[in-house]
């Protein structure tokens, strides 16, 4: 099986953004065979809207901010509301509830995990084991799992966790559970990844709901009610509220 992890928001404990105060971590569980039917669809959907010459790369942040400096040009077509209105829908139709696939996802409350620990985990680290027990229970058979590389010193520090846990178990497996079932790839953002870029628009709109923005996503992201029926098991919600 393949899995495409994505993140959405950073992992800073210290210099907490209030208006996204979130950390999450998602994956896209999916057969190879029907990936390959995704991977087609997002495609054609990109040369559709986009008019991809194979090197544009769909970003929540730069679909949602193409003023940004840093977006590629091509999402100016995302200030129309209109053509935003009909990707959305047009993403959620041949995409979300076409293809078979299942999402896992961690979300971590900042704020209250550097307010609960004198020494909380990392974030990313702490979302990847508890996607690593989710993968291997929902996933079938083999899992390569393919993450995008944030840099040459997180690239490393995510290796070395991943070989720890391979080591010592996770949660709910054992390290050699953890290692006949699973590998771990990183992919350099430029390969064009679709499976990377599908989760992201996924993650990001979770995360969004969950901050309580629904009613501002109409037309405006993907739908959550559609990408809440490929949930594997409800997200994981860290520090959980007290009852």
């Known amino acids: 099986m393949l899995i495409f992890v994505d993140e959405t928001g950073d992992h800073d404990l210290v210099n907490i953004d209030p208006q996204?105060?979130?950390?999450?971590?998602?994956?896209?569980?999916?057969?190879?065979?029907?990936y390959l039917k995704m991977d087609a669809e997002v495609k054609i959907i990109k040369r559709e809207f986009f008019?991809?010459?194979?090197?544009?790369?769909?970003?929540?942040?730069?679909?949602?901010?193409?003023?940004?400096?840093?977006?590629?040009?091509?999402?100016s077509i995302m200030l129309d509301p209109k053509i935003r209105s009909a990707f959305y829908q047009n993403f959620d139709e041949r995409i979300i509830k076409s293809k078979k696939f299942k999402v896992t996802a961690c979300f971590i409350r900042k704020q209250t995990m550097a307010d609960k620990y004198v020494y909380p985990a990392d974030p990313y680290h702490f979302s990847f084991e508890n996607l690593l027990n989710r993968i291997i229970r929902y996933g079938n058979g083999f899992?390569?799992?393919?993450?995008?590389k944030r840099g040459p010193e997180l690239d490393t520090e995510l290796l070395s966790e991943y070989e720890r846990l391979t080591k010592v178990g996770i949660h709910s497996y054992s390290a050699e559970t953890l290692s006949a079932k699973t590998t771990l790839k990183l992919i350099n953002k430029k390969e064009n990844m679709n499976g990377l870029q599908v989760i992201d628009l996924i993650l990001s709109c979770l995360?969004?709901?969950?901050?309580?923005?629904?009613?501002?996503?109409?037309?405006?992201?993907?739908?959550p009610r559609w990408i809440e029926t490929k949930l594997a098991c409800p997200p994981t919600i860290f520090p959980g509220k007290k009852k």
Do not use: Q, W
């Not at 899992?143 to 995008?148: A, G, L, M, Y």
């Not at 995360?207 to 739908?223: F, I, P, Q, T």
């Open 143 to 148: 899992n390569v799992i393919h993450t995008e």
């Open 20 to 34: 996204y105060p979130l950390f999450g971590l998602g994956a896209i569980l999916i057969e190879e065979n029907e």
């Open 207 to 223: 995360a969004r709901k969950g901050m309580g923005k629904k009613d501002k996503m109409v037309g405006n992201d993907l739908n």
């Open 51 to 75: 008019k991809d010459d194979g090197t544009f790369i769909l970003h929540s942040s730069e679909l949602k901010r193409p003023r940004d400096k840093r977006s590629d040009r091509r999402n």
